[in-house]
């Protein structure tokens, strides 16, 4: 089978095109036919750290979407045929995230991902496609979606009428904005490109702040709510973006904090946390059971992805160019054939 894989060199160069015999099939496992992968900031970082952090090659991405070639003797799940997704945790089904979990996340250092014609997975890893998505669509889902789905309505619960402020404009917040304004909530987010503001507008936020040209876009976001402060903070940035995040929420209000984009260490004035009363939730992706639960609000509320630009397969370092550019407004897709 066909693959790209990351070798141990600088940069972009770390990606290769490969070839890989296929995989045998387990008694409870199933062969998937990969039709679309999609990219997250994650995948940049693994990249980037591919000549320091890898002694063997690796295939990447985390997120794919395809369907059922082969089942395993005792596989009750799926059928072949089947549209099905990979979970990004694929022993992750349900109850707590746990180290063994994390080992096995795709795509990383110790396990290979999606981007690979055949991929083989326990029969629990998989999850059926949304009625009506493309594989394209449905493969933006196990990581930037679930991360959105998870950071609103698992670790926390936005209520209609609530204010939920989110941070930019990559999947995990786009997606975010959708699944917001469908429960009913009011969404204010930030973007220091006026074209994406636009956009965003457009999709549904209330108002959109320049966090460029106020740098305590924070205490802006408290403002535009009478000076209550929002109910929930989405906040993908880390250490950079925790202080104004903080400024933002109201006595009580919840973060959900999912990204380190600006750095995982650093000084953040902890003072207004205990001070005003506020719950700082780490979300990492999602279990199974978090994804089918995902799934049915998609099909019931009717929401399709926000997809920037599809990519083919053997043009896959051009996405992750095209995503390190920043100048994408959701997610960045490849597609095999």
């Known amino acids: 089978m066909k693959t790209w894989e990351l070798q141990p ?39 980037r750290g591919a000549e320091k952090n890898l002694s063997s090659p690796r295939v990447p991405v985390s997120d794919g979407a395809g369907e059922v070639l082969e089942v395993g003797s005792a596989v009750t799940r799926w059928k072949v045929g089947d549209p099905v997704m990979a979970n990004f945790f694929p022993h992750w089904v349900d109850g707590e995230l746990s ?5 096995s996340a795709l795509g990383g250092s110790l396990s290979d991902g999606m981007l690979r014609e055949e991929v083989v997975l326990p029969e629990h890893a998989w999850v ?12 933006t889902l196990p990581c930037a979606g679930l991360t959105a789905w998870q950071a609103l309505f698992e670790v926390t619960s936005l209520r209609p009428g609530e204010t939920v402020l989110l941070q930019g404009s990559g999947g995990v917040s786009v997606f975010a904005l959708q699944l917001a304004k469908a429960a009913g909530a009011r969404v ?27 740098a305590k876009w924070g205490e802006r ?16 940035g880390g250490q950079a ?3 104004q995040s903080s400024a933002a929420l109201r006595y009580g209000g919840s973060m959900s904090m999912l990204g380190v984009l600006t750095g995982a260490r650093g ?5 207004a946390v205990f001070q005003r009363r506020q719950t700082v939730h780490g979300v990492y992706v999602g279990s199974v059971s978090m994804f089918e639960r995902f799934v049915a609000a998609l099909e019931h509320n009717r929401i399709k992805p926000v997809i920037d630009r599809v990519f083919p397969f053997e043009e896959a370092r051009a996405a992750w160019e095209h995503l390190a550019s920043a100048q994408h407004l ?8």
């Open 221 to 236: 976001a408290k403002a535009l709510t009478g000076g209550r402060g929002v109910d929930l903070v989405v906040d993908v």
């Open 128 to 139: 059926r496609i949304p009625k009506g998505y493309s594989f394209e669509e449905a493969a």
């Open 9 to 47: 060199r600088p940069g972009f160069d770390a990606l290769t095109r490969a070839e890989r015999p296929s995989q045998s099939v387990g008694s409870h496992e199933v062969k998937v036919r990969v039709r679309a992968v999609s990219l997250n900031y994650r995948d940049l970082l693994i990249t």
């Open 99 to 103: 180290d063994a979990h994390h080992a």
């Open 330 to 337: 959701g997610k960045v897709v490849v597609s095999l054939p």
């Open 241 to 243: 973006t925790f202080d």
């Open 267 to 271: 000084e953040v004035n902890l003072g």
């Open 188 to 214: 204010l987010m930030t973007s220091s490109s006026a074209d994406k503001a636009v956009r965003l507008r457009e999709l549904g936020a209330e108002e959109v702040i320049d966090y460029r040209a106020d």
